[in-house]
């Protein structure tokens, strides 16, 4: 079973920072493709970082500079570190995981959300 499971959400100052982390089970996490997304009240979700093929990570022009997504293959968790984060970053941030290899070896073209962490910037 895949499982993805977000953790540091919060409420933050105009400025401030803050890290989610996103920790995978049931994937073979290092050949996997990983990303984040956001869903602000009202909007639809919106694609804040994904891995592309060779390594590259594509971000939203909205974050370029301000956010940086990372993984740590040993601990099969992956990162977004949200640096000087404005009020119109509030958002409920999704971790997804997709196309993948299942534990096991078998590969799963569709998609994996963990269940959203609440992000809060207040002005």
């Known amino acids: 079973q895949v499982q993805l499971v977000e953790s540091g959400g919060g409420l933050v100052q105009a400025g401030g920072s803050l890290r989610l982390s996103c920790a995978a089970s049931?994937?073979?996490?290092?050949?996997?493709?990983m990303g984040w997304y956001r869903q602000a009240p009202g909007k639809q979700r919106e694609l804040v970082a994904r891995?592309?093929?060779?390594?590259?990570?594509n971000y939203a022009d909205s974050v370029k500079g301000r956010f940086t997504m990372s993984r740590d293959n040993a601990k099969n968790t992956v990162y977004l570190q949200m640096n000087r984060l404005k009020p119109e970053d509030t958002a409920v941030y999704y971790c997804?995981?997709?196309?993948?290899?299942?534990?096991?070896?078998?590969?799963?073209?569709?998609?994996?959300w963990g269940q959203g962490a609440q992000v809060t910037v207040s002005s």
């Open positions: 997804n995981a997709g196309p993948v290899y299942r534990t096991g070896g078998t590969y799963y073209s569709g998609d994996f």
């Open positions: 049931g994937i073979m996490f290092s050949i996997s493709t």
């Open positions: 891995e592309r093929s060779g390594g590259t990570i």
